[in-house]
């Protein structure tokens, strides 16, 4: 079977995540196509996958002007940039894996739907923790009637100190006219995977949150403007020289350190925190996304469920909690533990124990995902997709109703 061919629309991070497939796999997948205006990164790629220069690109327009040339388009651009693409290649005929949030706005998501509607292309976008081990168990043990039915979720994401500095504070996500509100940007893999395990609509939705932590004025009086340059480093956890030059010497090279720099090593980190804007102080940044918030929704039938995401824990994985009528269930991403009512036994589904994919990030979810997406390319198989056009809308309406009630302070119908 002839190996299926992709482009990659922005050689970033989650660029590379997927393009790493055709590596592992060169007898299903191939890239021979990239844009990306950033040189180094633009190269990169096409050294790694032998690109002919004919295929590298610049600008992702350059290359949606040419008569189709690959089976699929990866497009992994910063979120203000995904509508136009998805749009231009859906044109083409390409078949799309859109990375997640589909766009951050109402109106663009919903141009997006209207463009892949109704074409012979395969659409997903990538909310990776559908297509998790850990999740699949989950969700077969919800609908395996085990635990009757759902009454009620509780779900937490625990961003993690560091993160929330790394990519909230300082980093793409920082803020919202450059990107999009935080529960769009980090946390519509939250509101989409309780979507998913209820599986029923969500009709309700109120919502609570501030940026509380990372602002000027809670900045410490013998605090610098750089962590290079600080008294109050030592003391500070958000401290980035600490964070980054502790990946540095337990030998992690890769996400978070080379969205830093390039140069890898600890000299061009240093570097990078004195030249660039990793190393500012996170009480002195341009952001203005939240470092907490709330939401409660109400589904179909009464089911009830609340999410938090917080900056404020230790990065891990998330926690979740699902409340049946025959029983309960705690899952933590790699431990599933399931109590009966009836019998009062327990039993605990360890995946920690199985050997992780390559692609090990979101709990195994990235390569799930990229494996999902070209198999059904390959085999046209939609259903192997499990993240399609129109319930990605609908959960990116239920962000988008979350915000609005957490800005206007009131409930949100979403039934209308």
Known sequence: MKPMEMIIAGAGDRGFVYASYAREHPDRARIVGVAEPREFYREKMALEYNIPEENVFKDW??????????????????????????????????HILLEKPMAPDEKSCRDIVKAVTGKTIMFAVAHVLRYTRYTQELKSIVDSGLI??????????????????????????????????MLLT????????????????????????????????????????NCLECDYEPDCP???????????????????VSVVTSDVTSAGVIKALRD?????????????????????MEFEGGVTASFTMTAFAKARPRETRIFGTRGEIYGNGTKIQVYEFLTG???????????????????????????????AVVENDPSKILSGQDETLETHLMAFAAERSRKEHRVVDLKS
Request: proline share 4%; net charge positive.
């Open 61 to 94: 327009k350059d290359m949606a002007k040419r008569d189709k040339f690959a089976d699929a388009v990866l497009i992994t651009t910063q979120d203000q940039m995904h509508r136009d693409p998805a749009i231009a290649f859906a044109k083409r005929g390409y």
């Open 148 to 181: 009757g039915e759902i009454v009620s979720i509780q779900h937490l994401e625990p961003v993690g100190f560091w993160h929330q500095a790394h990519s909230f504070v300082r980093g793409n996500w920082r803020n919202e006219r450059e990107s999009s509100f």
């Open 186 to 225: 980090k946390s519509c893999h939250d509101l989409d995977w309780i979507r998913y395990i209820i599986g029923k609509r969500c009709v309700t939705v109120s919502s609570f949150g501030s940026l509380t932590h990372f602002k000027k004025e809670n900045k410490p009086a013998i605090a610098g403007s």
């Open 238 to 256: 958000y401290s980035a020289k600490r964070i980054y030059l502790g990946f540095i010497k337990r030998g992690v090279t890769g996400w978070p």
């Open 276 to 296: 660039g804007p990793y190393g500012r102080c996170v009480y002195e940044c341009d952001n203005d996304v939240v470092d907490h918030q709330v939401v409660n």
């Open 345 to 375: 036994r327990s039993e605990v589904v360890d995946i920690s124990t199985e050997t992780p994919p390559s692609l090990a990030d979101h709990g195994g979810g990235d390569y799930a995902l990229i494996h999902a997406f070209v198999s």
